[in-house]
Structure formats: structure tokens, C-alpha cells
């Protein structure tokens, strides 16, 4: 009977332990999805009022989307946006695999301490640094210009990355490059024909990391730039959302939101394998 009575409350104890995780998945999901969808109806919302009560909203239209295209800068913005995100993506790829497979591959004086320090660097917020950044930018001549923040965000993402990418390829065996060698390829053969196809996972997750960050950046291109027409995507909805101005096109602001969620939202689908994968791959740490 005791056993039977046990065996019962276990029952009961698993039920309502799923019963509960369940409960909190839901409301979860919807304090995520009932801002997203208020924002998607209200981006076909023929009226312009942020004070809607009803997610689908009535007459349904367009107007928004081509008001937003052809009344104000947004294409030239989505360029803009575009670029420094696509060139961030490309050149930090580029310079973090590199570095990762130097302090990976080689050893040299100050190798252990290179590392030590780039992953202290992690350990600050960004902005910490955007007045010396504002300055150098000044310096040098490159205030509201594009290229600029791509140096920037590059520079930026150097400190985490090479740690994933320098795990994951430590975790390869050096008997690989080995075979190679003997073979008669190069370092840089090495490199490009064999540890790179090898590191495709965690190599794709610091491409869309890269991307990402500069596509939904506000604060250091508000800070960089200054004129209307390098203006990236944050910055351009922001000024059309601005809360003290009675005819801020809120409507439009909520489509314009809608599609720069676009991208993003393809990249994820194509490569969402990869990020847990990237990650896991930079793991270790090594020596």
C-alpha cells in the first residue's frame, strides 16, 4: 500500500512539475509574441496611433510600407546599414580566423599573454571606449563616415572571436597539418584548404554574430555619424519615432521595424544549426 501511494505521488510530482514548465513556456511565449505581433498589425494600421487594442488591425493596408519608402530616407538607409554590415561580416571573418590560427598553430613569446589580454578586453562595455573612439575618428579625419564603423565593430570583435575560433582549432589534431606539411603544402595552404572546411560551424556563427551586431547598432553610428545621408537603420527610425514630435509617423516606424527584422530573420533560419554548434566548437579553451 505505501508503495502503491509513493508510486502515485510520483506520478502526481512529474505531472505537475511539466504542468508548471509548461505554464511558464506559455507566458513566456506570449509576453515575446504579443509585442511582435502589435507591432506587425500595427505596421498595416491605416491610423496612425500606437494606442491599439486589437492586434489585427481593421482596412488592413500598405500605405505605410510605400510611405515609408517613398517619403523619407529609408532606402538609402537600408544601403548604408547594409554595407557596414556585409564588410564587417567579411573583414572579421578574415582577420579573426587569421589571428585565431596564429595563437593556435605557433608558438611565440607573449602568445599566452596576447590571449590573457584579449580576454580581459571582453570583460568591459563597449561604450567605455567611445569617447577615445570619437577622438581618433576625429583625429584621423573619418567623423560621419562609413567606413569608420566598420573598423570599429571589426576591432571590436576580435577579443571573443578568436577564442571561439582558437578552441575549435585546437580541438583539430595537429596531425592533420602534419600530413600536409609533409606533402609539401604551406602554412597558408593549410590554413585555407584544410582547417578552414574543418571550422565551417563556428566560422558561420562569427559571420552572423558580425552581421548582426552593426545591423541593429544604435549607439556608436549615433554617436559617428552626423549627416541624414550616412544615417544607418537605428538611427534614421529613431529620429522618425521621436516621442516629443506630434507628427512622428509611428505607423511607418512600425513597418520600417518590420523589415529591417527581415535579414536577420533569414540569416537565423539559414544558419540557426550553426550557432549552437559554433559555440560548443569554441568551447575549449586549450592550452
Known amino acids: 500500500m505505501e508503495r502503491k501511494n509513493a508510486?502515485?505521488?510520483?506520478?502526481?510530482?512529474?505531472?505537475?512539475?511539466?504542468?508548471?514548465?509548461?505554464?511558464?513556456?506559455?507566458?513566456?511565449?506570449?509576453?515575446?509574441?504579443?509585442?511582435?505581433?502589435?507591432?506587425?498589425?500595427?505596421?498595416?494600421?491605416?491610423?496612425n496611433n500606437l494606442g491599439r487594442t486589437s492586434i489585427i488591425p481593421q482596412d488592413a493596408t500598405l500605405a505605410n510600407y510605400v510611405r515609408l519608402i517613398q517619403d523619407t530616407k529609408y532606402l538609402n538607409w537600408y544601403r548604408n546599414t547594409g554595407y557596414i554590415a556585409v564588410m564587417t561580416m567579411v573583414f572579421s571573418v578574415l582577420v579573426n580566423t587569421l589571428t585565431a590560427f596564429v595563437f593556435a598553430r605557433f608558438r611565440f613569446r607573449g602568445r599566452k599573454t596576447g590571449m590573457l589580454a584579449a580576454m580581459i578586453l571582453q570583460t568591459f562595455p563597449s561604450f567605455m571606449g567611445l569617447t577615445a573612439i570619437f577622438m581618433i575618428a576625429l583625429n584621423f579625419g573619418m567623423l560621419d563616415n562609413l567606413n569608420m564603423l566598420v573598423i570599429v565593430y571589426v576591432a571590436g570583435s576580435i577579443p571573443m572571436n578568436i577564442w571561439l575560433i582558437r578552441g575549435n582549432l585546437q580541438n583539430l589534431s595537429k596531425s592533420i597539418d602534419e600530413a600536409a606539411?609533409?606533402?609539401?603544402?604551406?602554412?597558408?595552404q593549410v590554413f585555407v584548404k584544410i582547417l578552414l572546411p574543418l571550422s565551417i560551424p563556428v566560422i558561420s556563427f562569427i559571420a552572423l554574430i558580425s552581421f548582426m551586431v552593426p545591423w541593429m547598432d544604435f549607439m556608436l553610428p549615433r554617436y559617428l555619424i552626423k549627416s541624414t545621408d550616412n544615417q544607418t537603420l537605428a538611427?534614421?527610425?529613431?529620429?522618425?519615432?521621436?516621442?516629443?514630435?506630434?507628427?512622428?509617423?509611428?505607423?511607418?516606424?512600425?513597418?520600417?521595424?518590420i523589415l529591417i527584422a527581415v535579414p536577420i530573420t533569414i540569416l537565423y533560419m539559414v544558419f540557426q544549426r550553426f550557432l549552437i554548434v559554433g559555440l560548443a566548437a569554441g568551447a575549449n579553451k586549450g592550452e
Open 181 to 188: 606539411y609533409i606533402d609539401g603544402a604551406s602554412k597558408l
Open 235 to 257: 538611427v534614421g527610425l529613431f529620429n522618425m519615432s521621436n516621442p516629443q514630435d506630434i507628427q512622428a509617423d509611428l505607423t511607418a516606424f512600425c513597418a520600417g521595424s
Open 7 to 47: 508510486n502515485n505521488w510520483s506520478i502526481a510530482k512529474k505531472i505537475l512539475t511539466h504542468a508548471l514548465i509548461y505554464m511558464v513556456l506559455i507566458i513566456m511565449t506570449v509576453f515575446i509574441l504579443y509585442p511582435l505581433l502589435w507591432v506587425i498589425g500595427t505596421s498595416f494600421d491605416p491610423i
